[in-house]
């Protein structure tokens, strides 16, 4: 397996070391890899002096361990990943499945150390964002939301910026008819700066919407918290087993839990199992093979008709016109 020790930032000086640390070099704005470890595309940008984007559409051709170890602590990386394949993400010794059908959505502190596995075989879609601290701050300011807690947002001695999640329905859109655009290489950076300030106002807008969850995270917690994260994912079929049951298999109070629980998705344990069966819900609907009344009886969703409303509020439209959509 391939070790890759690298940096991000909004200052792209780290791009020509993670090159050379994949044996490979800088052309213009791309990242150029031997086809030993990838093919594809690596390409970032510079979209301002406080926004930087890196896409990454690869297959991996050797697996490759990724070591992020950043140097400076001044942003936030924002990253959506429709990895195909085998792509798990490492931290606090805890490993995350990302990619298309997984968590797919992680907005990780420049301050913590983040492992990354890609396999062999693996199709990498990732766009990642990186953000200055102080801008965020700024977006965050200007919504009238969270003035009195800004400062402890962002004072790393008393919070972790760390949440792995399922991105919205709209940023899916967003990124599936970017990729299917066929863009002029004369008018790529254009299209890949209104992709990144989309995707990135599309997140504040959910966040905004949303209490942020103050504090220092520690590797136990985590892992609990992952590990209940798991339980509800393979719990979809059935009902929501109740707060007082996750939390005691967490070992935690329900007041700790809860919130933890959203501190590191950005959702309370309903939201993230409802979520959860409703991503499932539409992947049974894009395959073709069951029709809504199926799909509610195969997730155990009270009626067809409770489906189809919970559906239209997740994804903005009815299951019926969901699919051509695509």
């Not at 719990?235 to 109070?253: H, Q, R, V, W, Y």
């Not at 007041?255 to 939201?271: C, D, S, V």
Request: overall charge neutral; glycine content about 4%; proline content about 2%.
């Amino acid at each position: 397996m391939k070790e890759v020790i690298h940096q991000f930032g909004v200052e792209m000086h780290w791009a020509t070391a993670m090159a050379k640390a994949m044996d490979g070099w800088v052309e213009g704005n791309h990242i150029i890899v031997p086809s030993q470890v990838h093919i594809g595309t690596r390409y970032v940008l510079a979209v301002n002096r406080d926004i930087t984007v890196m896409l990454a559409d690869v297959t991996y051709n050797q697996d490759v361990h990724f070591k992020l170890r950043n140097s400076n602590n001044d942003f936030v990386g924002i990253y959506f990943n429709l990895t195909e394949g085998d792509s798990t993400h490492i931290a606090h010794n805890d490993k995350l499945p990302m990619g298309k059908w997984n968590y797919n959505l992680a907005i990780v502190d420049s301050c913590v150390d983040l492992d990354y596995i890609v396999k062999t075989g693996t199709k990498t879609y990732n766009i990642c964002i990186f953000v200055k601290k102080m801008l965020l701050k700024e977006y965050l300011k200007s919504s009238g939301r969270f003035i009195a807690a800004l400062n402890n947002i962002f004072d790393p001695e008393k919070n972790t910026i760390f949440h792995y999640n399922i991105m919205s329905s709209n940023s899916f859109q967003l990124i599936n008819e970017f990729r299917k655009a066929v863009i002029n290489p004369l008018y790529f950076d254009l299209f890949l700066t209104a992709v990144t300030y989309n995707l990135l106002g599309e997140y504040i807008d959910e966040l905004v919407k949303k209490d942020i969850v103050i504090g220092k995270l520690n590797s136990s917690d985590f892992s609990n918290i992952i590990i209940s994260q798991e339980f509800l994912i393979s719990s979809i079929k059935d009902s929501f087993p109740g707060i007082k049951i996750l939390s005691e298999n967490a070992c935690m109070s329900e007041t700790k839990y809860k919130k933890l629980y959203k501190k590191i998705t950005g959702l309370t344990p309903y939201e993230f199992y409802i979520n959860n069966k409703l991503e499932a819900a539409r992947d049974l609907l894009i395959s073709g093979k069951y029709n809504i009344a199926e799909i509610a009886n195969e997730l155990n969703f009270p009626t067809a008709s409770n489906l189809t409303q919970l559906f239209k509020q997740y994804f903005k439209v009815l299951p019926k016109d969901y699919k051509s959509q695509i």
